[in-house]
């Protein structure tokens, strides 16, 4: 089932979901997916129904509250939004991750020898 | 912190799941609603845009399952539904689940029945003592000797010493090992009761307490003043004397002399060592009394006392056993004539004595390595059918993989199924092996006065769902494994599935197994079997069949030896008179019996090369005993009727005895001093047939019959009818010669001999059992195993057919596929039980462990069981009508 590429993907989906609740204020699932989608360009193939499961590990961590507000076709939705300790744990995450592409991006730019 | 937080959340969560359901299934249903939304309005047909959505969302599904299990503590519950779902497929597939569950229960059950013997024999603590832990067995030990016969009990003057020099004990306490037939006078006339003389010290340092009364004290046991006291068990004062509460103070009239009850002991204990419940105690001081054996408690060669002693607070079996070899060696330098080499060495206290613990151990061990290979057999044959419909569950296996079950999911599906099956089994084994290990108890000879308690306690319990659980998972693990490796696709789109080639070479290598398992036990079985029809059939010297038997001790009313002479005399009268009877005679103890007299016979024309004389055994009998028990008298003649009233020094010898001595000559009249000591030399008058006298196919043991009977007695009595018939009759005898007299151990000569041959009785039905059932769950396994490959076959069959193979060639194609499983298997197994029957050596008579003829009758059989189970499934695979079969698909 490939479990393995699953696991990096969740790891940097929750650090994106968080991001992108930081940056855009509350939304609702479709809302999160429309977005991530729209920066990645379509580059990330992503099945949006993970979303959810994200969602819901970082409420569990308290890092996210969901509450209840009207969507654009007007029926009833979860709206999720960053607490305060979402947004401390996302300059955590922020940072590690940044070190770890600057690690990664050292790798690969090293020049081979022939 | 963050784990913490979880958890809290889900206990939440809990109560309010089925809220959380429904918003989320709506969450979800709303996501997609915009997503096909967004579709359409990009422009695409609504029924593409739904599907579009679908796909792009992924497996909702599979996500509320997600969702729902990390919100909860989804995963028992998710077990749960396991299970009902296992017990559900168990039960529609009925025929195999019963195939199995039955296989695996007589696996278990026998392992079972086997460990409830362990548990009675070997681990569980004698009922009624206060912490046995801290309780240590003494024993001697004489460093010059080897094996069993190296450990003995003690004598009372050593038991003494330790008693009061060992410090590591608290106390010390001492019981003669062998409770004795006592006749209990009961208003005029004799009953035989079980009694046990025990120190006074015996049941306070066992702790074991009294129903009412008093226990005995060091006070009542003072050999210089003996006290007539008795403690009944508290089952006998039940059941003999109706729980009378008045009963303290009363007395007995036990072997002619009369005991006050002081106690009843507490309910629940039966005695100091295992099997053996004496209906009563009394002291050591008693001895003489009680038993008419005297100085046994001044003796340093009497060793009757079994001791075992309480561990003082702070003392562990090596200090104590430092201390008591330190005052072993003490007795040693102070007694060098009877204690020279003679360490003591403790073992912890347990039902079976400390000595005999590795027999008993290594016994009951074969018997478990021998049914454990039965449950090798049984979880093959579980684990070949499991894999059988694994095969053909592949289809569901790969629905559920297609709907997101992962791997890990279905082989935990799997897993669960074989444990509900393990689980049914070891239920089913419980019962099987509280009924089988009863039937065994029959086994033990009658003449034995053992009762054994087994008790379906935790550890037999323990035991049993282990084994079932292991079981369970060594049977389960493979189909498992190779039932979920699917590949839905390949499976769903064309119905056949994969990797069937290398299932069924796994399948055939789990069944050469099995019938190499088999044909090892199977083996072992006709041996042991064969060995028992042997022994059955061994000439041991003497009438196994018309000879009734009873033992009588008439000093131990305290008669005079005139009184028991006439007694004797009177019943040898009595009993000829009874009709049916042809002869009878007294033996002091007869052969194969545990009793044992031994001394030197010294022909002083023979000093020069064998200054010492020879070893033999001896039999002390009256006129008459050679004919009564069909010993053949070889030369000369039995003894008269004068030379027993005249005391003459005569005696017979057996062959043996003749040859060991005087090879080539006569030995009639022969002049020999019996016992190193004699004064007088005896002639020999007679000849007889050398028997056995020890153990059954024994090498011969020169031996010679004496007169000069001590007053304990075996009658035996020669009859034309059946012996059984005459039981009665003996004891009615015995009370009109004299009212007070009891026979202890009236049996016939059969029921005698089933002793000798317990241990060949015993383990010849054991491993007969296992060899059977072996062979039925063997032909089970193979009869499926090739049913299947048939019907697996079958579009192949068709095939063949179709292009021309004839029946004779399907038949070939078939059979040869069985018969080369059960050859390879029969060559392993021959090889591997060629190399352990050498275990089985002592056990067997008149039968070498590498016996050709068991080879081939094994070889035949399994060969012979195995065509038949390749047969009915090789007739079914040539009917196969080739348009059907090819249609089929």
Known sequence: ????????????????????????????????????????????????????????????QGWISSSWGTSENNRKARYYSITRQGKKQLEVETENWERFAGVVGRVLSQEGQG | MGRLRVFFERIKELFEQSRANREFEDELEQHLQLLTDRFVSQGMPRREAVSAARRQFGNAALLQQRHREARTFLFFSSIWRDVCFGARMLRKHRGSTAAVVVALALGIGMNACIFTFVNALLLRPLAGIRAPGEMREVWEHSRTANGIHSFMPLTYPDYVFFRDHARSFSG?????????????????????????????????????????????????????????????????????????????????????????????????????????????????????????DPGRLTSRNS??????????????????????????????????????????????????????????????????????????????????????????RAREMAVRSALGAGRGRLIRQMTVESLLLALIAGCAAVLLSFWTSHLLLNLIPTSLPISIELPLDWRVLVFTFLVALITGIVFGVTPALRGTRVDPVGVIKSETHSGGYRKSRLRNAIMIGEIAVCALLLFSATLCVRSLFNAGSIDPGFDTENIAIATLDAGSLG??????????????????????????????????????????????????????GIPVDVFRVEPGYFKTMGISVVAGRDFLQSELDHKSNVIVVNTAMAARLWPGQNPIGKLVKV??????????????????????????????????????????????????????????????????????????????????????????????????????????GLFGVISFAVSERTREIGVRMALGAGRGDVMKLIMRQGLLITSIGLVIGMGAALASARLLSALLYGIRPDDPATVVIVSAGMAAIAVLACYIPARRAVRVNPVIALRYE
């Open chain 1, 1 to 60: 089932m490939g479990d393995k590429k699953s696991d990096v993907l969740q790891g940097t989906l929750d650090l994106m979901v968080l991001k992108t609740l930081h940056a855009m204020g509350p939304l609702h699932g479709f809302g999160i997916a429309r977005r991530i989608e729209q920066l990645s360009e379509d580059v990330l193939q992503l099945n949006e129904g993970t979303v959810y499961t994200s969602l819901l590990r970082l409420q569990q």
């Open chain 2, 172 to 292: 010390l306490l001492g019981y003669d090992g062998d409770p004795e037939g006592i006749i209990w006078n009961r208003g005029g006339h004799g009953e035989v009761i079980h009694g046990q003389l025990v120190s006074g010290n015996a049941f306070s340092v066992a702790g074991v307490g009294v129903t009412i009364g008093r226990s005995f004290t060091p006070a009542d046991d003072q050999p210089d003043n003996p006290q007539p006291l008795v403690i009944l068990r508290n089952n006998f004062w039940k059941q003999s004397l109706g729980s009378d509460p008045h009963i303290l103070g009363k007395s007995m009239m036990l072997n002619g002399t009369n005991y006050t009850i002081i106690g009843v002991a507490q309910p629940g204990f039966t005695g100091f060592e295992v099997a053996m419940a004496p209906d009563f105690w009394t002291t050591l001081s008693m001895e003489e009394k009680l038993i008419h």
């Open chain 2, 303 to 392: 060793n009757w006392l079994l001791t075992e002693g309480r561990l003082a607070p702070g003392q562990n079996t090596k200090s104590a056993q430092a201390e008591i070899s330190l005052l072993a060696r003490e007795i040693e330098l102070a007694h060098p004539d009877t204690n020279k080499d003679m360490d003591d060495v403790l073992y912890s206290s347990a039902p079976v004595p400390g000595p005999f613990r590795g027999y008993v151990t290594a016994f009951t061990g074969m018997l478990m390595v021998v049914f454990a290979l039965v449950l090798v057999i049984a979880c093959a044959n579980a684990a070949s059918l499991l894999m059988v419909k694994a095969t053909g």
């Open chain 2, 559 to 612: 008669y005079n030896d005139a009184k028991i002479e006439t007694f004797y005399r009177e019943l040898d009268r009595h009993i000829r008179a009874l009709p049916g009877v042809i002869s009878s005679s007294y033996v002091n103890h007869l052969p194969l019996d545990a009793s044992r007299e031994q001394t030197s016979v010294i022909d002083e024309s023979l000093i020069a090369s064998l200054p010492h």
């Open chain 2, 675 to 780: 016992g190193s000591s004699a004064k007088e030399r005896s002639e020999v008058v007679g000849v007889v047939k050398t028997g056995n006298y020890r153990s059954l196919g024994e090498d011969p043991i020169p031996a010679l019959f004496r007169m000069e009977m001590p007053s304990l007695r075996v009658l035996v009595v020669h009859t034309s009818r059946d012996p059984g018939s005459l039981l009665d009759a003996v004891q009615r005898q015995v009370q009109v010669v004299d009212p007070n007299m009891a026979a202890t151990q009236v049996q016939t000569i059969g029921s005698f001999m089933s002793l000798p041959m317990f241990a060949a009785r015993t383990t010849g039905l054991l491993l007969g059992a296992s060899g059977i059932l072996a062979l039925v769950l063997t032909w089970i």
